[in-house]
């Protein structure tokens, strides 16, 4: 059983250009959470995704970042228009289904690290 | 709103040492208590959870006690190796919802 795969793991663009970070949970999780590490600091929740819905999307900021999770195929996070504030590694993590949720750990990726330059 | 507060890093020891992190946290109802452990370069791991009061979560030789009373769910270890090196997030989750994390502890061993 494959853990959580993202992709890529390392991420060079040019301020202005667009980041595309995927994530494909583990075989049966429908749960998908996005969190940005930036240099030396904690997990900051960005955005939780159930199978074509956003549930919580409260750490998202307001411009230049989206995420969706389609019926079929991984999580996408996109960064359009990229600053170097957004240098910083995105992980993505999967849970089971709702039902046994509370009581059941996040399987973390490897993370992306996204470097603009 | 909840929220996980943990001892600020980096905190370094000889090995062999014995180990304590500390963590409070804030939230409404019984929420889980976890912490995830992430080595240079990687993602997080788990290393233990607790899901209601007085339960101890316990892996590779780490402890921590879910405290309703004092609110807390502190990390041990009893003799810590340099392979322990690493930072250390706890965290918490209350609802069908996201998991919320400490700002990380560094972890440093000596030989």
């Known amino acids: 059983n494959a853990g959580v795969m993202q992709n890529p793991r390392h991420l060079v663009r040019r301020r202005g250009q667009e980041a595309r970070l995927r994530c494909s949970p583990m075989?049966?999780?429908?749960?998908v959470y996005w969190y940005r590490q930036l240099p030396e600091e904690g997990l900051k929740f960005m955005v939780y995704?159930?199978?074509?819905?956003?549930?919580?999307e409260s750490g998202m900021p307001k411009e230049r970042f989206s995420a969706e999770f389609p019926k079929e195929g991984p999580s996408i996070l996109r960064i359009q228009q990229v600053v170097r504030g957004d240098s910083a590694a995105y992980f993505c993590?999967?849970?089971?289904?709702?039902?046994?949720?509370?009581?059941?750990?996040?399987?973390f990726g490897q993370g992306t690290r996204l470097t603009v330059v | 709103g909840n929220s996980v507060t943990q001892m600020e890093g980096p905190v370094t020891l000889s090995e062999e040492a014995f180990l304590t992190i500390n963590c409070t946290y804030t939230?409404?109802?019984?929420?889980?208590l976890f912490w995830y452990v992430q080595y240079p370069g990687e993602g997080l791991q788990l290393l233990l959870k607790?899901?209601?009061?007085?339960d101890k979560g316990s892996n590779k030789g780490f402890e921590a006690t879910y405290r309703k009373e004092t609110t807390s769910f502190h990390l041990e270890k009893g003799s810590v190796q340099v392979s322990d090196s690493a930072v250390y997030f706890c965290?918490?989750?209350?609802?069908?919802?996201?998991?919320?994390f400490g700002s990380g502890t560094r972890l440093s061993i000596r030989p």
């Open positions: 075989k049966g999780h429908s749960h």
């Open positions: 995704l159930q199978k074509e819905n956003i549930i919580d």
């Open positions: 965290a918490l989750r209350s609802s069908a919802s996201k998991i919320i």
């Open positions: 939230a409404t109802g019984y929420p889980s």
């Open positions: 993590a999967s849970s089971p289904p709702t039902g046994r949720t509370l009581n059941t750990e996040a399987f």
């Open positions: 607790a899901t209601k009061a007085d």
